[in-house]
């Protein structure tokens, strides 16, 4: 069974730095890799998606990358903002099943 | 612009009620999911559908049923609420390119 594991489970950097938030997960036959970011009290938004074929995704100053030889893939934002505080979640779908395993997150603030 | 849309962002209903939950989708996606969302507990999936009429359960179905009597939208249907199904309430669709989630109804049984 897959699991996805985020560390840390919170974050809290000061405005502009660079950052990674990492996830792992057990099962290197992911079907996918999905990134989302999740606004206190509200729905998930999706920011990226990999396939298994890619090995990273970028939008903006979003950028994610997929090992699945070491079962990890990590989120860089680059030049970090207080509107990028959020949590965020990763999600990976494995063994031909479209139903994704989601990770518990890692909660960033980004002070000013 | 996709949507995922639930008709209600804020509830508050009574022990005992029955209670309805609706999910509409526009994107024509095979595939509908109700995810419930705990403090501790992450997301936990309640019930799926991958076709009209169809429905899996998830990992914590009791307590719930669903309708998905057309493609577009999903119910869930809370038969007699509790106040341990006070929780945000998360539905989502996908096909092939991943997930997308409607904005969440945030559910308080009193």
């Known amino acids: 069974k897959q699991e996805v594991t985020q560390i840390p489970a919170a974050l809290s950097v000061p405005e502009g730095e660079n950052l990674v938030l990492n996830c792992s997960f057990t099962?290197?036959?992911?079907?996918?890799l999905q990134w989302f970011r999740q606004d206190p009290g509200k729905g998930l938004t999706s920011l990226l998606l990999?396939?298994?074929?890619?090995r990273e995704q970028t939008s903006g100053r979003l950028n994610a990358s997929l090992d699945k030889s070491s079962g990890r893939s990590t989120l860089y934002i680059a030049a970090s903002q207080p509107g990028d505080s959020a949590t965020y979640l990763c999600?990976?779908?494995?063994?031909?099943?479209?139903?994704?395993?989601f990770g518990r997150g890692t909660s960033l603030i980004v002070h000013p | 612009d996709v949507k995922v849309t639930q008709s209600s962002r804020y509830l508050v209903k009574r022990t005992g009620e029955k209670v309805f939950l609706e999910c509409v989708q526009d994107?024509?996606?095979?595939?509908m999911f109700w995810y419930r969302q705990d403090p501790g507990l992450g997301l936990r999936l309640i019930y799926f559908?991958?076709?009209?009429?169809?429905?899996e359960k998830g990992d914590i179905p009791e307590g719930y049923s669903v309708s998905r009597e057309k493609k577009e939208r999903f119910s869930l249907i809370l038969e007699s609420a509790s106040t341990n199904q006070t929780s945000m309430y998360l539905c989502?669709?996908?096909?092939?390119?991943?997930?997308?989630f409607g904005s969440g109804t945030r559910l308080t049984v009193v």
């Open positions: 099962d290197s036959a992911i079907y996918n």
């Open positions: 994107m024509d996606h095979e595939n």
């Open positions: 559908s991958y076709d009209v009429k169809m429905k």
């Open positions: 989502a669709s996908s096909q092939s390119y991943g997930y997308t």
């Open positions: 999600a990976a779908s494995s063994g031909g099943s479209y139903i994704p395993t």
């Open positions: 990999i396939q298994s074929s890619q």
